[in-house]
């Protein structure tokens, strides 16, 4: 039966939100309005597009394109939308497999055991989980990301000798800059991406992201056209050299 426009309930009981004209299965969560969250022309053509490759099933979704262009805050709005969890999980150079499992530490009682990493409290939980940056991350931990992108969908950890099945709600995004265009990336095996839905994103239009800045902050649109026109020399200095990355950034 329907019960409003955004939302349909099966005879079984399970929820279904409408998302642009997709229905995403409600998460366990309250459902959030995200009225911060200035959905423009641009962003709604790809919430669609995210909603659809959702709706499709349980492929992992790979969404490139430039820094900034939004592409981890609109699955963090579509996670927010449907009730899910949302996990963002950052990939550098040196990012170690730890990171994502978990390793053995001290913890809060004082007892030396193994703490699961965010990873694998994601895949326990059945959040939504966004790997940022994938083609900077080492290949040993894309290597060892393989068996949960493939059909078995699972994930081992060899320090407990423990299988992990994740939840049905669990869902895998990832997010990359294209390689070449941004110092630092690699370029991912055809087989590897192969393994996910890929939604190509461009950068949001300088007069969207005036209107975002105007709408979020309510200051005067000759200064949000100054800072977008700022903003993006910054981001063509970024794409071609290392001035934002490590510790002792510009």
Do not use: C
């Not at 939980?125 to 992108?149: F, M, T, Y």
């Not at 300088?206 to 979020?216: A, C, G, M």
């Amino acid at each position: 039966k329907s019960t409003s426009k955004s939302e349909v309930i099966e005879p079984d009981g399970n929820k279904f939100i409408n998302v642009e004209g997709f229905f995403i299965e409600k998460g366990p969560l309250p459902i959030k309005k995200r009225d911060d969250f200035i959905l423009t022309k641009t962003a709604k053509r790809y919430l669609k597009l995210l909603a659809q490759a959702v709706f499709l099933g349980r492929v992992p979704v790979l969404l490139q394109g430039p820094t900034s262009s939004g592409k981890t805050s609109i699955v963090h709005y579509l996670a927010d939308i449907t009730g899910h969890a949302f996990v963002r999980i950052n990939n550098h150079e040196h990012t170690d497999m730890s990171e994502y499992i978990g390793s053995y530490a001290t913890s809060e009682t004082g007892k030396f055991e193994f703490i699961d990493g965010a990873l694998v409290r994601a895949i326990m939980e059945g959040a939504w989980v966004v790997l940022d940056e994938l083609n900077l991350a080492p290949s040993d931990v894309l290597e060892a990301l393989n068996r949960l992108l493939d059909d078995n969908n699972q994930l081992y950890v060899a320090e407990t000798q423990t299988l992990h099945i994740p939840k049905p709600s669990f869902r895998l995004f990832a997010t990359q800059n294209p390689p070449g265009a941004y110092g630092g990336r690699k370029q991912l095996s055809r087989a590897f991406r192969g393994r996910f839905i890929e939604i190509h994103v461009d950068e949001i239009p300088p007069s969207e992201l005036t209107t975002i800045i105007t709408d979020k902050t309510h200051i005067a649109p000759e200064f949000a056209r100054s800072m977008v026109e700022v903003f993006n020399q910054l981001r063509r200095q970024r794409q071609f050299s290392q001035i934002f990355a490590g510790k002792h950034a510009f």
